[in-house]
């Protein structure tokens, strides 16, 4: 049984941004279960749409991957032959479970794991990428140039399957949004404390975009199909075809 979310149940009087640090590593699929409603369903969908993308001796990225769970999913769902997954994220913490992950499960997918700044990871011969809650984390400037270099290194019919929280520029309904979400979370548990401390440790390290900016943006960028394939109040998954 995965070690149970407390990090934020104690009042803290100096909170910091929110990191991938050791502590978050530790609880991290407790939180992210009780933090984001339809993870679960994500993740599965994505090795769905990976057994249905991945080509022959390709190459599939999951950038952020955190403890490998798209990794996970996308090495059970794969049949095609010769296929390299490349899971990257700069948390050693992360990393270094990921690692363990991955090496418990056997599969004729080979996957390498790397501690790297997504933003300097070479893609190339790509018949898959998975942002799966990753870009909402960068530099709102540096998330035009990652998705670019994504595009120019996927091949033709190539899927990025991007997962995200959103923003709407309907003021009432991201409002009802939000509120949801945080009904979300006190029903699995978390107390008010915890979900005022965790969302002001988190809003600056997390700036989420509105569904119209994300397929302005990869319209622009090139990608000729864009849709929302999952929603669940203001989190959701996008795919995107080349």
Known sequence: MAPRDTIFSAPIDKLGDFTFDERVAEVFPDMIQRSVPGYSNIISAIGMLAERF???HS???DLGCSLGAATLSMRRGIKAEGCKIIAVDNSAAMVERCRLHVS??????EAE??????????IDNASVVV????????????????????????????ILILSEKYVFEDSNANELLIDLHHD????????????????????NVMRPDSI???KERLGEIGFS?????????NFGSMFAIK
């Open 54 to 56: 991945a080509k022959p």
């Open 59 to 61: 190459h599939i990225y």
């Open 104 to 109: 418990a499960y056997r599969s004729d997918t």
């Open 113 to 122: 794991v790397i501690e790297a700044d997504i933003r300097d990871v070479k």
């Open 131 to 158: 942002l799966n809650f990753t870009l909402q984390f960068l530099a709102p400037a540096d998330r035009d140039a990652l998705l670019r270099k994504i595009y120019a290194g996927l091949r033709p019919g190539g």
């Open 184 to 203: 979300f979370k006190r029903a699995n548990g978390y107390s008010e404390l915890e979900i005022s401390q965790k969302r002001s440790a988190i809003e």
């Open 212 to 214: 119209a900016l994300h």
């Open 225 to 233: 199909s864009v849709e929302v394939w999952f929603q669940c109040f």
